[in-house]
């Protein structure tokens, strides 16, 4: 069991990563001083398996709770499922001390979060990460959104919950592709600042796929420090929380390429990692060695290095597009050394489409 602290200037908040954690929601909200009622959100999915237990926790201590669970997938972070979860909120009576709990993986972290940040100008959120991927970024640092049609996450805000409580148990039933996809962001964490994190993973790839307990903990304790280390730094991603991007530039045009359906986020961040390796070397930031162990650790992890139906041409479209993007100057998280990254602003056309060859 693993207990983090998130402090922020509006307040502090905890991070509980153990097992059998959601036997545990009602109490620990109580604890908080939240009482009266709750609005739990899931999919159709994660609700089925764990809302029972939830709302059993939340029940116990006395607290009036109900479930609203919307269809899996990205299409449910909609203005016009919002607008179900605010009717939901409004028919039930939550009032301005009830908790929005998020109770999935990040689609309904965000979309829970942007419910909590506006029903009422802002009620408590509480997020209940069920994907590793969710357990280790999104769920810590408070970015909440609603997709629009012309672009993903377009409609959001920064928000911090007020409590974050992963549950281990719940990762036996994550379907392996879920697993390894959230592994991508895990080894983020190490390319980005953590040179001794990044030989951990290393070592215990096979403990990780087995979803070893001791193992799970130390991972997800960790990258939780790091991402709440960055986020106190610079919560508005004004500076230091841009290396949370690496990968992401390519990666989330690999994304738009292939219309979120042929990648999961993590796999898609892999092969931008990857990229962003082949792209460092190229500018003289790295050597061989760099790409080298960056290929090495995202194969060991089964992701994948390629996006092999995706056009060079049009992969160049999107990432002018990019929505970080300043002065319509890309900024480029890139790789010295395993745990060492730079930012560079732009890079040169004739660089950038060698390499998006090379992984397509
Ligand atoms: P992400 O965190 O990667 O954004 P999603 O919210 O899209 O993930 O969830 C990915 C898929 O995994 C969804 O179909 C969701 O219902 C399912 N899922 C999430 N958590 C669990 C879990 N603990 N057990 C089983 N399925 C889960
Ligand atoms: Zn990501």
Known sequence: MAEITVNLPQGAYGIHIMPGAIQRIGQLMRNLGMQGMALVVSDENVGALYGAAVLHSLTECG????????????????????????????????????????????????????????????????????????????????????????????????????????????????????????????????????????????????????????????????CCRSKAWVVEQDEKENNLRMILNFGHTIGHAIEAETDYTGYRHGEAVAVGMYAASLISRELGL????????????????????TARECSPERLMTFLKRDKKSVDNVVQWVLIQAPGEVVIERGVNEAVLRSVLEQIT
């Open 63 to 222: 607290c009036k709770a109900e479930l609203i669970c919307v269809p899996p997938g990205e299409g449910s972070k909609s203005l016009g499922v919002a607008m179900e979860l605010y009717t939901k909120a409004v028919t039930m009576g939550l009032d301005r001390r009830s908790p929005v709990i998020a109770l999935g993986g990040g689609v309904v972290g965000d979309l829970a979060g942007f419910v909590a940040a506006t029903y009422l100008r802002g009620v408590p959120f509480i997020q209940i990460p069920t994907t590793l991927l969710a357990m280790v970024d999104s769920s810590v640092g408070g970015k909440v959104a609603v997709n629009h049609e012309l672009g993903k996450n377009l409609i959001g805000a920064f928000y911090q919950p007020r409590l974050v409580v992963a549950d281990l148990d719940v990762l036996s039933t994550l379907p392996e592709r879920e697993l390894i996809a959230g592994l991508a962001e895990v080894i983020k964490y190490g390319a980005i600042h953590d040179t001794d994190f990044f030989n951990y993973l290393n070592r215990n790839c096979a403990a990780l796929m087995k979803k070893e307990e001791g193992v799970l903990t130390e991972v997800i304790s960790r």
């Open 286 to 305: 790295c050597t061989s060695q760099t790409v080298e162990a960056m290929r090495e650790i995202i194969q060991r992890f089964s992701l994948p290095l």
